[in-house]
């Protein structure tokens, strides 16, 4: 269940708000008053509930009732300085949301299957913050769930994590091999720090967003100088491979898997839409419809697009494991934005190992 | 009268995508950058200029090149900043997404600030979002854009569970 105010977070928050805005929960409440209904759940989220934030944040608000109608987006509201988010949702609809986190869990497939569109992320995000946030009033949550919402929350976030670390190793190490430089070093220190997420809440910590990664990492040690080696790229003019290969390589190493292409591959297909290679007086078109954008192709890029294209089917082929040339094809496309990787299978939590004790992370 | 010089389609989708992408997160970027700054939170800082630099260079993209589509938010630095090579406001993103660790937070936080107020000068400034005095005007801007959109037959930017348009 949502842990009550039996710790001092609650008078944490309080004195926070206090010393930022001089405001305190009494006037939230009254704020978010005309919202409530008799005997409904008020939790306090984000990341001054736990313990991160500044005088900038702002305070997340969910109101859980029975009877309760859930908003489509959150409800912007203002106490002095302070900006009040207010989110209202029926229990109902929270205990389906723990039911679909627990299902996806159980699931062998890729996390974004379950959570894939742009309600049900948000939606995801409302989860961490039942589940981590401050009780105010009311009574605890109580999914019918067989394990309780921040356990759910901490293994979500634990495999959504890595697998958002296994697409962006992939792409990187794709990048790497095919000369893409700068896609490459941009995107493999976001491995890293996505595996970082994976590790740290794997351990048990709260969440609030990606931006509080470097805060949240204070005080892990091992953790923190493994971020502090990839948070700056090389200056322009220095080379970015080896940037590259090491953060491939620390993302391996926190999450105690195999992340180079060569062992991704295999479950890796990609997908497009609306592409279409067209003969124009010699040159090669790669026409795409729904953008109304084309690109000039090589011979060579043709020949790879037109075999990637003969194995497709209802716009997706398997990963190029074997052929060198239509992998990088496949990194410039995606770079183009026209080409979208489609996993065949998640992380199984069971395979991941924390970088400290190679024990599980789950 | 002035002709808007090009296909209205593109033009709808790029500038609606660019209004989307500065009106949204920068405001919120800078903020977060502020307050990071005033706490001394230098990872949120940091965090706050990659992303914000990314959001500028996608931008200018958009806007400044015409450039469509987008590809996937983790490897939209490396797109933007290619198709914005020879800008004069190219640099300066670039600088922000690699990071600088010789940067002091006043200095980081400045850097912040000045590109954006550049880029607001090409885009246009826009209604605070995170603002009481800006919210609704904001969000009426943003709707005059998807209406654009919709009118010259574009699907719009918003995520489509949004506007009811599965």
Known sequence: ?362 | MKAIEGDIRRYAWTHGQAFWRMVMPVPALLEDARGAAADGQLGLLRHSARNLGTACAVTLAFVERDARPAPSPRAQAAWALAQIEGHELAADCESLIRGDASMGAGELLAACVALSERIDLVVGRTPHPMSPEGYFPSLGLLREWLKLAEAVGETGFLPKEWTGAL
């Open chain 1, 1 to 362: 269940m949502t842990q009550p105010v039996t710790d001092d977070r609650a008078a944490r928050l309080q004195a926070r708000l206090l010393d930022y805005h001089e405001q305190d929960m009494a006037a939230v409440l009254d704020l978010v008053d005309y919202l409530r209904e008799d005997g409904d759940t008020v939790i306090a989220g984000g990341s001054l509930s736990i313990d991160q934030g500044n005088r900038e944040s702002d305070l997340d608000m969910v109101l859980v009732g029975p009877t309760t109608k859930t908003s489509a987006v959150p409800l912007e509201h203002w106490v002095g300085t302070l900006r009040v988010d207010a989110w209202t949702r029926n229990t109902g609809d929270v205990d389906a949301l723990f039911l679909q986190a627990e299902e996806a869990l159980a699931s062998d497939g890729p996390l974004l299957n379950a959570f894939g569109n742009a309600v049900q992320e948000q939606q995801l995000k409302l989860l961490h913050r039942i589940a981590f946030g401050v009780l105010i009033e009311g009574p605890p949550i109580r999914p019918a769930t067989q394990r309780g919402p921040s356990e759910l929350a901490r293994d979500l976030l634990t495999r959504e994590y890595a697998e958002r670390a296994r697409e962006s190793a992939m792409v990187a190490g794709l990048a790497l091999v095919a000369g893409r430089d700068m896609t490459a070093a941009t995107i493999a220190r976001v491995a890293v720090e996505e595996a970082l997420h994976s590790v740290l809440h794997g351990r048990g910590a709260p969440f609030s967003g990606d931006k509080w990664l470097s805060e949240q990492l204070v005080g892990t040690g091992d953790l923190v100088a493994l971020h502090e080696e990839v948070a700056v790229l090389p200056a322009r003019g220095e080379p970015l491979a080896p940037f590259t290969e090491r953060a491939l390589a620390i993302a391996a190493g926190l999450l105690g898997i195999d992340l180079a292409p060569a062992a991704l591959g295999p479950d890796l297909a990609w997908a497009y839409d609306g592409l279409a290679l067209m003969p124009l007086g010699g040159r090669k078109i790669l026409a795409s419809r729904p953008h109304g954008t084309a690109w000039e192709l090589d011979a060579d890029e043709a020949a790879a697009w037109t075999a990637l294209s003969a194995s497709a089917e209802d716009g997706r082929f398997d990963h190029p494991q074997a052929d060198a040339a239509q992998a990088a094809l496949c990194v410039k496309l995606y770079e183009q934005g026209v080409l979208k990787l489609a996993w065949k299978c998640g992380v199984p939590l069971d395979s991941l190992t924390d970088p400290a004790t190679a024990g599980s992370l789950r």
